[in-house]
């Protein structure tokens, strides 16, 4: 937190090419970093999320890279397929909320043709 | 186990109007907080709860605006008159509480979408 910053707003990929979303952060304190997935109609779920202890988590075929220095951290999705296809949403600790709650990004649409 | 849930789904109320959206964390989780998405746009904190307790409101729009977690266990938002801008999807969400520094996911609920005609 406590302003996070994403783009692109909408990105259109081939299934099969990968897909990045970047997104940057104010709070040099921050400590921990999620990115949720929100499929339309239904609630938003954690797909994977990153601390600030290390530079890249991977799972499958997502990953996450961590540039501290930067302020900024970025989700990778590799041999995107349509089931991809979503609305992502970065987000940050809010410092008054003992870093429980957050503040998310205004999202990214992924679009993934078949 | 039940994850978290919220009702109504869906409300479309007048202008002036009072709606009240609840929402039952899972169980055990100390933590309990609203969102909101409008349009289109990002998914705006609200306030959070720590039991029983306001952690922090400072995203609550305005005095229209009422929280409530009495006992610690479901909440409720009442909104009060409703305006047109108040539209949107809301969102709870819970997590445990595992102590300083660590860190637990938040769970969503499935979001109450209301509309203010």
């Known amino acids: 937190g406590e302003n996070v910053e994403q783009h692109p707003s909408t990105l259109s990929v081939q299934e099969g090419d990968s897909a990045v979303i970047k997104c940057t952060y104010s709070?040099?304190?921050?400590?921990?970093f999620p990115w949720y997935k929100q499929e339309l109609g239904k609630r938003p779920q954690l797909i994977i999320d990153i601390r600030s202890n290390v530079g890249e988590k991977k799972d499958q075929r997502i990953a996450v890279t961590l540039n501290k220095t930067a302020k900024h951290f970025s989700l990778h999705i590799t041999e995107t397929q349509p089931e991809d296809s979503a609305v992502y949403f970065c987000a940050a600790p809010r410092r008054a909320t003992g870093r429980r709650a957050l503040t998310f990004g205004s999202g990214t649409r992924l679009q993934v043709q078949p | 186990e039940a994850g978290v849930t919220q009702f109504p789904s869906h409300s479309v109320i007048e202008k002036g109007q009072t709606v009240t959206l609840r929402c039952d964390p899972i169980?055990?989780?100390?933590?309990l907080y609203w969102y909101r998405r409008v349009m289109g746009k990002e998914i705006k904190f609200l306030l959070h709860f720590v039991k029983e307790s306001k952690q922090d409101e400072s995203g609550m729009p305005n005095n229209r605006f009422l929280a409530e977690r009495t006992g610690g266990t479901y909440s409720t938002l009442k909104v009060q008159p409703a305006e047109l801008e108040d539209s949107g999807v809301y969102f709870c969400?819970?997590?445990?509480?595992?102590?300083?520094?660590?860190?637990?996911?938040?769970?969503f609920g499935q979001g109450t979408r209301l509309t203010v005609v």
């Open positions: 969400a819970s997590s445990q509480d595992r102590g300083q520094g660590a860190r637990a996911e938040a769970f």
């Open positions: 709070d040099s304190a921050s400590n921990y």
């Open positions: 169980s055990g989780h100390d933590n």
